[in-house]
């Protein structure tokens, strides 16, 4: 049983990406079922949230397979799957050119670029937040930049299947060629003696990208030099910096309230 176990999951490893835990395998099926192609789940697992994920699946003939949970850990990469893990048809990997179709078909769109952010974790949790603030697409250099990994599905619950995620081979210069070609206003978060305090800026009108900086050095020059405005976070006492996620968080609150307003 071990062996053939074993064996299945070295066939689907073979050709698929894994989404992991409760949130992001059932927003999967919700969202994009057609691209499930096998459930592992723990054996012996038998609770409602499980039940709902299975429900989801079945009208897709999605193939269920029971797993030992040394196996699901495999699979995901880490210990903390929840007993459920989706074997997943991968998503071609979306440029520029999917970018310029993007800002042609909604030309108001709000869009937020990260700088070189590398923690799966942060990545994953700008992702749900760019999600719920109705962010169109997160656009990342290609290279020193963290990638969809199942750990950043996992964090972004949901939201990668709502937010289309662009790798770019050249940040800075993407940024000015849809300053250029689209009039999107490009807003760098930073401290700077040139920075508005967020709320002062008007992000509403035209297409906007938030771009947020690394965890550790914020905005590269390069890609400072490509911002239309600089804008901070106003923040009590001598705290002068936050999170790369929270702050994003913040920054596209902000954004999202006005444009709703």
Known sequence: VVHIELQVLRLTMAKAEYY????????????????????????GRDDQRLQRILQLAEPFGVSVQKASRDSLEKLAGLPFHQGVVAAVRPHPTLNENDLDQLLQKDPQTLLLALDQVTDPHNLGACIRSAAAMGVTAVIVPRDRSASLTPTARKVAAGGAEKVKFIQVTNLARTLGQIKENYNVRVVG?????????????????????????????????????????????????NLQSLNVSVATGMALYEACRQRNL
Do not use: N, W
Request: charged letters at 20%; aromatic letters at 6%; a negative charge.
């Open 20 to 43: 992991y835990g409760v949130h992001a395998v059932e927003s999967l099926l919700e969202l994009e079922p057609e691209r499930v192609l096998t459930l592992f789940t723990l054996k």
């Open 189 to 237: 978060t930073m401290l700077d003696e040139k920075a508005l305090p967020i709320q002062k800026f008007d992000f509403t009108g035209t297409a906007v990208c938030v771009v947020m900086g690394a965890e550790d050095t914020g905005l590269r020059p390069i890609t400072q030099s490509q911002c239309d405005q600089k804008v901070y976070i106003p923040m009590a006492g």
